[in-house]
């Protein structure tokens, strides 16, 4: 039996993420001042930096974002509340190994291009992902329905 602390921590990260998804789809005017204070140190970095087009096109990109979060998130839900819950092997996989992929796949390419403090961001994620899954990992069995 999975312990409850682990499984709720999980549904708040997931529900967490949907919300960060779903605010990046609708707000994403106020998103870019956010990633633009967390990057530049100034909420009208960005805004300043590139014309209007640019901004709009940064606008449509971090509404996708939020939208693949969103969808990201909701398969994440049902996995939990399915599998995960069950304590079947796969249930845990098919939460660690997207968080592990998308993690090391940001961080690197948010490493590469020099924006260290997206990596921040995403160890401060990954955490709330990675406490938890790494305390559950010995309830799970691959001989498990």
Known sequence: MIPKIWYRWLHMAVFGLMLFGL???LLPDLFRQLFSLVIYSEPGAIEAMF????NAYIALAHGVLGAVMLGWSTV???VLRGPFKRAQQEGWMLMAIPVAVWFVADT????????WQNAVLNMVIAV?????LAATRRHFRADRS
């Open 23 to 25: 605010s990046m789809l």
């Open 51 to 54: 014309g209007t087009g640019a």
């Open 76 to 78: 994440m839900l049902l």
């Open 108 to 115: 690197a390419f948010s490493l590469w291009t020099g924006f």
């Open 128 to 132: 709330l992902f990675a406490a938890p």
